[in-house]
């Protein structure tokens, strides 16, 4: 009796053991997938917030940004003529465990009231946020002074 009670233990023992091994397997490929997902949310931000500046729909840009008070401040006056003729993105890296994400990108524009052309150096920095799902800008919106 003590042997079958052993025998029937030792099946219980092996499919629980199994079970505990394909559940961590899964939780492992859930979370690859997790980040994957926003690596793939990182970039069709990054990507929306070019077009939003190559087109001078600076307003779009803005709503990119995640302001420190509730209100947004307005969009400068001088951005409605500003237009972009190069965005070139240099230096781009990601840090998993604070999920933020840092992006160093060279701006050439002009103003149409002068047409000089001038450049500028945006270090960006972007920060996931859970509770929206959402990549946001935290770093300041460039100038283009």
């Not at 023992?13 to 492992?28: D, G, N, P, T, V």
């Not at 690596?39 to 803005?62: Q, V």
């Not at 003729?85 to 160093?104: I, L």
């Not at 047409?115 to 972007?126: G, Y």
Request: contains cysteine.
């Amino acid at each position: 009796m003590l042997t079958v009670l052993t025998k029937n233990y030792s099946k219980y023992s092996q499919k629980l053991f199994m079970s505990i091994i394909i559940c961590l397997l899964l939780l492992l490929l859930g979370a690859c997938a997790t980040t994957a997902d926003k690596m793939d949310k990182l970039n069709s931000t990054l990507r929306g917030y070019e077009k939003a500046l190559r087109w001078a729909k600076f307003d779009m840009a803005y709503s990119f940004h995640k302001w420190d008070s509730d209100e947004q401040p307005s969009i400068p006056n001088h951005l409605k003529n500003i237009r972009l003729t190069s965005y070139g993105v240099g230096n781009r890296s990601f840090d998993e465990k604070t999920m933020t994400a840092k992006q160093t990108v060279t701006i050439r524009f002009y103003n149409q009231s002068d047409l000089r052309e001038r450049t500028l150096e945006d270090k960006q920095r972007w920060k996931y946020f859970p509770d929206s799902k959402r990549w946001y800008l935290i770093s300041e919106p460039p100038t283009f002074q």
